[in-house]
């Protein structure tokens, strides 16, 4: 994307959104082998969450950030993802989680920030949680101020790395004692995978 005014592609992006997403079908592509061989489904004790995808112009580019969760006794400790969390009795509705919960974990003015749609809802079986991916710009790079209670770093990602194709790979996977075969994307020598993975695979399809 580089040469693409970020205005261009902010709105590029905002009027993709508006139309069918792609959904499952850029899911599978990143999903290990086990998310659909165990066929877990959402019940009656899963909980809502969101996380925020948020572009914003650096250097002649366009970058997001993902974080490094810190190691905690916790299904997600160690992973790359998107700043996120569960959905409080506060919010009105998933997009203030999103919202709120990256200005918690890595200090964004979210009132800067402008919300362009949605990606596809996405169940998380290890957490039991049903995700909701909110996609927004910020018109500057933002200062990030990292909760180290939930992050061990913030890593910024330019766009063009992620559409480079030679960044996904496909290996096996330890989840707590357990190997499992697992697409992954692999920058700045982190591996990301699961659930983040399968959402940064239905938003490139979008921006594609």
Not at 181 to 192: E, S, T, V
């Amino acid at each position: 994307m580089i040469g693409t005014s970020f205005h261009t592609f902010s709105e590029h992006l905002r009027q993709r959104l508006q139309k069918p997403l792609p959904g499952e079908d850029a899911h599978k592509k990143m999903a290990s082998t086990a998310r659909y061989r165990l066929g877990i489904k959402p019940n009656e004790r899963t909980r809502r969450s969101a996380v925020l995808i948020c572009f914003y112009p650096y250097q002649n580019s366009i970058y997001l950030p993902l974080i490094l969760r810190p190691q905690y006794d916790g299904v997600h400790a160690g992973q790359m993802a998107f700043p996120g969390g569960r959905m409080e009795r506060i919010d009105e509705n998933l997009t203030r989680t999103a919202l709120r919960e990256a200005q918690e974990e890595v200090g964004i003015r979210v009132s800067d920030v402008k919300v362009l749609g949605l990606l596809t809802e996405l169940y998380i079986p290890p957490s039991n949680f049903y995700v909701q991916p909110v996609v927004g710009v910020l018109p500057y790079r933002p200062d990030f101020y990292p909760d180290p209670r939930e992050v061990e770093a913030v890593v910024e990602v330019d766009l063009d790395t992620l559409l480079d194709e030679t960044i996904v790979g496909d290996s096996q996977i330890d989840v707590r004692g357990v190997t499992v075969d697992a697409p992954f994307y692999q920058i700045q020598g982190y591996r990301i995978w699961g659930a983040t993975a399968m959402m940064i695979s239905e938003l490139l399809m979008v921006i594609d």
